[in-house]
C-alpha cells in the first residue's frame, strides 16, 4: 500500500524548545520533500532530499535542518523554534525518473508554537 | 526561477454550475504541469498533470489542457457538485530538480 507517514500529526511547543516531525514512506522512492502550508502562501518547500545524505535547500530553509539516514524515513528538525514557524508542514515523496510526476503527500503535522 | 499563478483566492459556485481555476506559469525549462485537489484536513493528492501541448487530460470530471503559447493550464469543470469544495493547486516541476513550484491555491466552495 503506497503511504507517506507523518509523526505526530499536532504538535505544540514553546519558543526556544526543539521540535522533530518524522516522515516515513513505504514506495521506497528516492526523492523526499519537506514543505510548510501557510493560508494564502500555498506550499512553500522547505528542504528537498535526493536520497541517503543527499538533501538540497529549498525556497525557505532557514531556521530548519533535515536528516535522511534510511531511503524510507526522513526528518525536520527545528533547532529552537520560533512562533513564526507555526504551520502544517507537509512531507511527500516522488518515484524517480523523469515524467513519472506526482508526489504523494503525508496527512501533515500541525505545529503550534507559543 | 520557475513561479505560478493562481489568480483566484476563493471561488463560491451554486452547484450544477461550471468552474475555471485559472493558472498560468513562467518557467525556461519544458513544462510538467499539476493539479492537487486538498480536502479539509487532508493531504493533496493529484488530480490530473500533463507535459503535452495542446492535449487535454482529464480525471474525475475535472479537465485541463496544457496550453505552452500561453504558459496556461486552466483547470474547468462543466457542472460542479458539493463534493468539490476544496483548495485546488497548481503546480509546475521544475526540470532537472524535481523541485516544485506551487501556486498559492484556490479554495472552490460549491453551494447548495
Known amino acids: 500500500d503506497m503511504k507517506v507517514t507523518q509523526m505526530p500529526r499536532y504538535l505544540i511547543k514553546r519558543m526556544g524548545e526543539n521540535v522533530l516531525l518524522e516522515c516515513g514512506q513505504d514506495?521506497?522512492?528516492?526523492?523526499m520533500y519537506w514543505y510548510r502550508q501557510d493560508p494564502g502562501l500555498g506550499l512553500q518547500l522547505i528542504y528537498i532530499?535526493?536520497?541517503?545524505?543527499?538533501?538540497s535547500e529549498g525556497d525557505i530553509p532557514k531556521g530548519y535542518r533535515v536528516s535522511r539516514k534510511k531511503r524510507e524515513h526522513f526528518s525536520l528538525i527545528l533547532d529552537s523554534a520560533k512562533t513564526n514557524q507555526t504551520s502544517v508542514y507537509f512531507c511527500?515523496?516522488?518515484?524517480?525518473?523523469?515524467?513519472?510526476?506526482?508526489?504523494?503527500f503525508g496527512e501533515g503535522s500541525k505545529l503550534t508554537v507559543l | 526561477g520557475d513561479s505560478v499563478t493562481q489568480t483566484e483566492g476563493l471561488v463560491t459556485l451554486t452547484k450544477g454550475l461550471p468552474v475555471m481555476l485559472n493558472c498560468t506559469y513562467q518557467?525556461?525549462?519544458?513544462?510538467?504541469l499539476f493539479w492537487y485537489v486538498q480536502h479539509l484536513n487532508e493531504a493533496p493528492k493529484l488530480l490530473l498533470k500533463s507535459s503535452t501541448d495542446n492535449k487535454r487530460t482529464e480525471h474525475q470530471g475535472f479537465y485541463a489542457t496544457l496550453h505552452k503559447s500561453s504558459s496556461s493550464f486552466h483547470l474547468q469543470k462543466s457542472s460542479v457538485q458539493l463534493s468539490d469544495s476544496a483548495l485546488y493547486f497548481c503546480a509546475l516541476e521544475g526540470r532537472g530538480n524535481y523541485k516544485y513550484v506551487f501556486g498559492a491555491g484556490t479554495r472552490l466552495k460549491v453551494i447548495a
Open positions: 514506495m521506497s522512492h528516492e526523492t
Open positions: 532530499s535526493y536520497d541517503v545524505d543527499s538533501n
Open positions: 511527500a515523496s516522488r518515484p524517480g525518473g523523469a515524467n513519472t510526476g506526482q508526489l504523494y
Open positions: 518557467t525556461t525549462y519544458s513544462p510538467f
